[in-house]
C-alpha cells in the first residue's frame, strides 16, 4: 500500500511540475513574442517615418528653389499678375489643406505598406502647404507694396494739380491788388473799366478758389488711403520654419524611439551587434584555424616524417635488442580474463590489489607506495602506487584478474636475462621480479627526432629483464612480429621490443583524420625479429585526436610526453 501511495504522489507530483513548466515556458514565449513584435513593428515605423522626412527634406528644397524662382519672377510685373498667382496659391492651399490628414503620425501606427505609402504623402503636403504659405504670403506683401507705389504716384499728381490751383489763386489776387493799387476810385465806380476789369477778376478767382479747395481736398483723401508699405527684399523660403512643417513626424520618430528604447530586444541588439563581427571571426576562426592546422599537419610535416628514417631503439638508446617468445603460430592473443601465476622462492610481485584475485594464505604482503623510487611521477602518473608487494617462501600460486571491469583482460609478458621492452606504463598492472635485485627500468629522451614530435612521444621508458609484466587491455591484448612492416593505431600501441624499427606513418585518408575519427599517424613497426604489444580496443584512444573534455585530453597529452 505504501509503494502504491509513493508511486501515486510521484506520478502526480511529476505531472505537476510538467504542468507548471509547460505554463512558465508557454508564457515566457508569449512575451518574447510580443516584444519581438512591437520591436519590428516600432522598429519598421520608425524607419519609414525617417525615410519619409528625408524624402520631404528633398522635396522641400526643390519646392523651394521653384517658389522662389517664380517669385522673384514676379517682381517687375504688374498688380494684376501677382493678384492672379496669389489666387492659384491660395487655391493650392485650400485643395492641400483638405486632404491634410492630422491624425496620420500617432502610436501605435498602421501597417508597414499603408504607412509608408501615406507618410510620403503626407510628409510631401506638409512641405508643399508650407512653401505655398511663404509664397502667399509673401504675394501678399508684394502686392501691397505695388499697390501703395501706384497710390503714392496718384498722390503726387494730385499734389501737383493742388500746388497749380494754388498759385493759380495767387496770381489772381496779386492782379486784384495791384488794379486797386493803380485806380482806387474807378475800380468802385461802377461804369468804369477798372470796375468792370475787377468784376471779372473777382469772379475768376472765386472759380480758382473752388478749384484750389477740390484740388486740396481730392490730394487729401489720397494722402489718408496711401499707405507706407515698402516693397520686400527677394524672395527667401524660411528653413526654420519648413522644418518646422515636418514636426508632427518628428514627433512621431521621437515617440517610436522612445517605445523602442524601452524594449528589452532593442537594449540587447546594439551591444550585440556591435561585437556579432568579433564573434564570427572568432568562430569562424575556430572553424577553419584547427583544420588549417591539422592540413599542415597532414600534407606537410607528416609526409615529412614518414620520409625520414625509422628510430632504432637498440642502437639509439644504446641497449641490447632480443626478442620475445611469441605465441603458437597463428595466435597472436596472449590475454585472458584471469591468469595463474606460480610464484617461485626469492621472487617478489607487485601488483595493484584490485587485480589480485587469489593468492595462498601462507603468502606475505605488504604495501609498497610506489613502483619504483627513482621514477615516482612516472609510478604516480601511472597509477602504480599503494601497490601489494606478495612474496612467498615456497611456491605459490596466485591468480590476477581485471575484477573491477568485466572489458578488461590480462596478460603475463615473460622477458628473459638480456631482453628489453619499450613499454608504456599505462598498461601496466603488475610485474613479477627477483627480490634481490633493483628492477631494471631506464628513461630515456628523444628530443632530436621529429618522429617523436609528431606523436608527442618525447620520452621513452625501458624495462629489461629478467622480469615478468602483468599488463591490462580492453577486450585482450596481442602480441606479433613486425617483420617486413606492420601498422596500428597510436592509441592502441603498449609497447615493443627494442631491436624493432619505430616509425610513424601517415594516416591513409584526409577527412576521418579531419573529423577526428582518426588519428594523424599510425606506429609502423618493422624488423624480423622484432615483435611489438597492443590492446584490441584502447579505451584512451577511442577517438583519435578528441577527447571526453579539454582537461582530459590535456592530460593525456602530458602523459604521452613523459612516454607513460
Same mark, same amino acid.
Request: hydrophobic share 45%.
Given at each position: 500500500?505504501?509503494?502504491?501511495?509513493?508511486?501515486?504522489?510521484?506520478?502526480?507530483?511529476?505531472?505537476?511540475?510538467?504542468?507548471?513548466?509547460?505554463?512558465?515556458?508557454?508564457?515566457?514565449?508569449?512575451?518574447?513574442?510580443?516584444?519581438?513584435?512591437?520591436?519590428?513593428?516600432?522598429?519598421?515605423?520608425?524607419? *519609414?517615418?525617417?525615410?519619409?522626412?528625408?524624402?520631404?527634406?528633398?522635396?522641400?528644397?526643390?519646392?523651394?528653389?521653384?517658389?522662389?524662382?517664380?517669385?522673384?519672377?514676379?517682381?517687375?510685373?504688374?498688380?494684376?499678375?501677382?493678384?492672379?498667382?496669389?489666387?492659384?496659391?491660395?487655391?493650392?492651399?485650400?485643395?492641400?489643406?483638405?486632404?491634410?490628414?492630422?491624425?496620420?503620425?500617432?502610436?501605435?501606427?498602421?501597417?508597414?505598406?499603408?504607412?509608408?505609402?501615406?507618410?510620403?504623402?503626407?510628409?510631401?503636403?506638409?512641405?508643399?502647404?508650407?512653401?505655398?504659405?511663404?509664397?502667399? #504670403?509673401?504675394?501678399?506683401?508684394?502686392?501691397?507694396?505695388?499697390?501703395?507705389?501706384?497710390?503714392?504716384?496718384?498722390?503726387? #499728381?494730385?499734389?501737383?494739380?493742388?500746388?497749380?490751383?494754388?498759385?493759380?489763386?495767387?496770381?489772381?489776387?496779386?492782379?486784384?491788388?495791384?488794379?486797386?493799387?493803380?485806380?482806387?476810385?474807378?475800380?468802385?465806380?461802377?461804369?468804369?473799366?477798372?470796375?468792370?476789369?475787377?468784376?471779372?477778376?473777382?469772379?475768376?478767382?472765386?472759380?480758382? #478758389?473752388?478749384?484750389?479747395?477740390?484740388?486740396?481736398?481730392? =490730394?487729401?483723401?489720397?494722402?489718408?488711403?496711401?499707405?507706407?508699405?515698402?516693397?520686400?527684399?527677394?524672395?527667401?523660403?524660411?528653413?526654420?520654419?519648413?522644418?518646422?512643417?515636418?514636426?508632427?513626424?518628428?514627433?512621431?520618430?521621437?515617440?517610436?524611439?522612445?517605445?523602442?528604447?524601452?524594449?528589452?530586444?532593442?537594449? =540587447?541588439?546594439?551591444?550585440?551587434?556591435?561585437?556579432?563581427?568579433?564573434?564570427?571571426?572568432?568562430?569562424?576562426?575556430?572553424?577553419?584555424?584547427?583544420?588549417?592546422?591539422?592540413?599542415?599537419?597532414?600534407?606537410?610535416?607528416?609526409? *615529412?616524417?614518414?620520409?625520414?628514417?625509422?628510430?632504432?631503439?637498440?642502437?639509439?638508446?644504446? *641497449?641490447?635488442?632480443?626478442?620475445?617468445?611469441?605465441?603458437?603460430?597463428?595466435?597472436?592473443?596472449?590475454?585472458?580474463?584471469?591468469?595463474?601465476?606460480?610464484?617461485?622462492?626469492?621472487?617478489?610481485?607487485?601488483?595493484?590489489?584490485?587485480?589480485?584475485?587469489?593468492?595462498?594464505?601462507?603468502?606475505?604482503?605488504?604495501?609498497? =607506495?610506489?613502483?619504483?623510487?627513482?621514477?615516482?611521477?612516472?609510478?604516480?602518473?601511472?597509477?602504480? $602506487?599503494?601497490?601489494?608487494?606478495?612474496?612467498?617462501?615456497?611456491?605459490?600460486?596466485?591468480?590476477?584478474?581485471?575484477?573491477?571491469?568485466?572489458?578488461?583482460?590480462?596478460?603475463?609478458?615473460?622477458?628473459?636475462?638480456?631482453?628489453?621492452?619499450?613499454?608504456?606504463?599505462?598498461?601496466?598492472?603488475?610485474?613479477?621480479?627477483?627480490?634481490?635485485?633493483?628492477?631494471?627500468?631506464?628513461?630515456? =629522451?628523444?628530443?632530436?627526432?621529429?618522429?617523436?614530435?609528431?606523436?608527442?612521444?618525447?620520452?621513452?621508458? $625501458?624495462?629489461?629483464?629478467?622480469?615478468?609484466?602483468?599488463?591490462?587491455?580492453?577486450?585482450? $591484448?596481442?602480441?606479433?612480429?613486425?617483420?617486413?612492416? #606492420?601498422?596500428?593505431?597510436?592509441?592502441?600501441?603498449?609497447?615493443?621490443?627494442?631491436?624493432?624499427?619505430?616509425?610513424?606513418?601517415?594516416?591513409?585518408?584526409?577527412?576521418?583524420?579531419?573529423?577526428?575519427?582518426?588519428?594523424?599517424?599510425?606506429?609502423?613497426?618493422? &624488423?624480423?625479429? &622484432?615483435?611489438?604489444?597492443?590492446?584490441?580496443?584502447?579505451?584512451?584512444?577511442?577517438?583519435?585526436?578528441?577527447?571526453?573534455?579539454?582537461?582530459? &585530453?590535456?592530460?593525456?597529452?602530458?602523459?604521452? $610526453?613523459?612516454?607513460?
Amino acid at each position: 500500500m505504501r509503494q502504491l501511495l509513493t508511486a501515486i504522489l510521484r506520478f502526480l507530483l511529476r505531472h505537476a511540475l510538467q504542468f507548471v513548466l509547460f505554463i512558465v515556458i508557454l508564457l515566457a514565449g508569449r512575451l518574447l513574442l510580443a516584444e519581438w513584435r512591437a520591436y519590428s513593428a516600432g522598429s519598421e515605423a520608425v524607419a *519609414v517615418l525617417r525615410l519619409a522626412a528625408d524624402g520631404a527634406d528633398h522635396h522641400g528644397a526643390g519646392l523651394a528653389a521653384a517658389a522662389t524662382a517664380r517669385v522673384n519672377a514676379l517682381q517687375k510685373t504688374s498688380h494684376t499678375a501677382i493678384a492672379a498667382r496669389l489666387a492659384q496659391v491660395q487655391a493650392q492651399l485650400t485643395a492641400l489643406r483638405a486632404r491634410q490628414q492630422a491624425s496620420l503620425f500617432t502610436v501605435p501606427l498602421p501597417d508597414a505598406s499603408t504607412l509608408a505609402r501615406h507618410a510620403q504623402e503626407e510628409a510631401a503636403r506638409r512641405v508643399e502647404i508650407e512653401v505655398l504659405v511663404q509664397e502667399a #504670403r509673401y504675394l501678399t506683401a508684394l502686392q501691397a507694396a505695388v499697390s501703395g507705389e501706384d497710390a503714392r504716384h496718384t498722390l503726387a #499728381r494730385l499734389h501737383a494739380e493742388h500746388v497749380r490751383a494754388y498759385a493759380a489763386l495767387q496770381n489772381n489776387l496779386r492782379q486784384r491788388r495791384q488794379l486797386e493799387a493803380q485806380h482806387p476810385l474807378a475800380a468802385r465806380l461802377p461804369g468804369s473799366d477798372a470796375y468792370a476789369r475787377l468784376s471779372q477778376l473777382e469772379a475768376q478767382g472765386q472759380r480758382l #478758389r473752388e478749384i484750389n479747395l477740390q484740388a486740396y481736398q481730392a =490730394w487729401a483723401a489720397q494722402r489718408a488711403r496711401t499707405g507706407n508699405a515698402a516693397r520686400p527684399a527677394p524672395f527667401a523660403i524660411d528653413e526654420q520654419a519648413l522644418r518646422g512643417a515636418l514636426a508632427p513626424i518628428q514627433k512621431a520618430i521621437a515617440a517610436g524611439e522612445g517605445q523602442l528604447a524601452r524594449n528589452w530586444i532593442a537594449r =540587447w541588439r546594439a551591444p550585440v551587434m556591435d561585437v556579432a563581427p568579433t564573434a564570427a571571426l572568432l568562430v569562424l576562426s575556430a572553424i577553419l584555424l584547427p583544420a588549417a592546422i591539422k592540413a599542415f599537419f597532414y600534407f606537410v610535416l607528416a609526409p *615529412v616524417a614518414s620520409r625520414l628514417p625509422p628510430l632504432s631503439i637498440a642502437r639509439e638508446l644504446q *641497449v641490447a635488442g632480443s626478442s620475445l617468445p611469441l605465441p603458437p603460430h597463428g595466435e597472436s592473443r596472449i590475454s585472458a580474463v584471469s591468469q595463474g601465476l606460480l610464484l617461485q622462492p626469492g621472487q617478489q610481485m607487485l601488483i595493484h590489489p584490485e587485480y589480485l584475485q587469489s593468492s595462498p594464505v601462507s603468502s606475505t604482503k605488504r604495501t609498497q =607506495w610506489l613502483l619504483d623510487w627513482r621514477f615516482p611521477f612516472t609510478s604516480l602518473a601511472a597509477g602504480m $602506487v599503494a601497490l601489494t608487494r606478495l612474496h612467498s617462501d615456497e611456491e605459490a600460486c596466485v591468480t590476477i584478474s581485471a575484477s573491477d571491469d568485466p572489458l578488461l583482460e590480462v596478460a603475463v609478458v615473460h622477458l628473459p636475462a638480456g631482453s628489453a621492452l619499450v613499454f608504456q606504463p599505462r598498461g601496466l598492472v603488475g610485474l613479477v621480479c627477483d627480490s634481490n635485485q633493483p628492477l631494471a627500468i631506464s628513461s630515456h =629522451w628523444r628530443l632530436g627526432s621529429l618522429h617523436a614530435w609528431l606523436t608527442l612521444q618525447l620520452r621513452f621508458i $625501458v624495462f629489461r629483464g629478467p622480469v615478468t609484466l602483468l599488463v591490462r587491455g580492453c577486450r585482450g $591484448v596481442r602480441l606479433e612480429r613486425a617483420g617486413q612492416g #606492420r601498422s596500428i593505431s597510436q592509441s592502441a600501441t603498449l609497447g615493443f621490443t627494442t631491436d624493432v624499427l619505430y616509425s610513424t606513418l601517415r594516416s591513409e585518408t584526409f577527412i576521418p583524420y579531419l573529423r577526428g575519427q582518426q588519428a594523424l599517424l599510425n606506429d609502423r613497426f618493422d &624488423g624480423d625479429n &622484432g615483435v611489438y604489444l597492443y590492446e584490441e580496443t584502447p579505451r584512451h584512444g577511442k577517438q583519435p585526436g578528441k577527447a571526453g573534455s579539454w582537461f582530459e &585530453g590535456f592530460t593525456d597529452a602530458i602523459l604521452k $610526453v613523459f612516454g607513460i
